[in-house]
């Protein structure tokens, strides 16, 4: 059965403050029995769905659940009655190329650790890399102390003790978004996102004749750097969402 302090860990990400978390739950919790349908949209390998569907099952006893993946998501919410090239920035990566009923090419992603380029998880990994080896220039190090208390050997242990070191190095994402103007974080961020145009939107053949699309808090905030690229590259962004869950309410409950 789910429980209030799971729930609390599950929702703490996408709210800003506790009392605005507290009431969601509380929420939750009082009317699960009303709910009738769950949908789930998340990064998963298949052959797990039973391990997530059975306690949301147990949970919402009067609800369908159903597991979807998140690129699907990112396809409902911007899709507009014209193939997109469809793009995910967040705390990971994907891209696809999408007819509005179905995916016809899907860029390979080799996951957190080999791939993710341009993501949240990408960029903090390249923090912390300079930060350990001594690389970063003396006032972002004495920015970075004042902005976390984790120092080297934390963060190192933290990377190989969390349950998702994923998530907890897309973190650092933000101390280098709130720094953008320092010219280290500027370079990485410009490459960075050129290197996904380049890896992940150029792989498709005719990529130049589909609009652009892109999901998640990385491309929100980085959209500067997505727009300018795109246009050096002779291609249109037709629409960057940070989170596509009101598109996607649309979609499944107002008619």
């Keep these: 059965m789910l429980n209030k302090n799971y729930l609390n860990t599950v929702l703490s990400s996408y709210f800003n403050n506790n009392e605005k978390t507290t009431d969601v739950i509380d929420h939750i919790l009082n009317n699960r029995k ?50 997109i090239i469809s793009c995910i920035l967040g705390t990971g990566s994907n891209s696809c190329i999408f007819d509005g009923d179905n995916i016809i090419e899907n860029a390979p992603s080799l996951g957190y650790i080999a791939g993710d380029e341009a993501s949240g998880n990408f960029f903090g990994k390249q923090l912390i890399n300079l930060y350990v080896n001594n690389a970063l220039p003396r006032n972002i190090v004495e920015k970075f102390e004042n ?18 070191p994923n998530l907890y190095l897309a973190t650092f994402f933000r101390f280098m978004y709130e720094n953008k103007e320092e010219q280290i974080f500027d370079s990485i961020f410009r490459k960075g996102i050129q290197h996904f145009f380049d890896l992940h939107i150029k792989c498709f053949d005719n990529y130049k004749k589909y609009p652009l699309t892109f999901v998640g808090s990385v491309a929100y905030f980085l959209s500067d750097y997505i727009n300018k690229i795109a246009k050096k590259e002779g291609m249109q962004v037709q629409e960057i969402v940070q989170s596509p869950i009101k598109n996607l309410v649309k979609e499944h409950f107002i008619k």
């Design 34 to 83: 009303k709910v009738e349908k769950v949908r789930l949209k998340r990064v998963i390998d298949k052959s797990k769905n039973v391990i997530i569907k059975e306690p949301l099952q147990s949970f919402f006893s009067n609800a369908e659940i159903i597991i979807r993946h998140d690129l699907e998501a990112a396809l409902k919410a911007t899709y507009k009655e014209s193939p």
């Design 147 to 164: 902005w976390t208390t984790e120092r080297k050997d934390e963060i190192i242990e933290n990377i190989y003790s969390v349950q998702r």
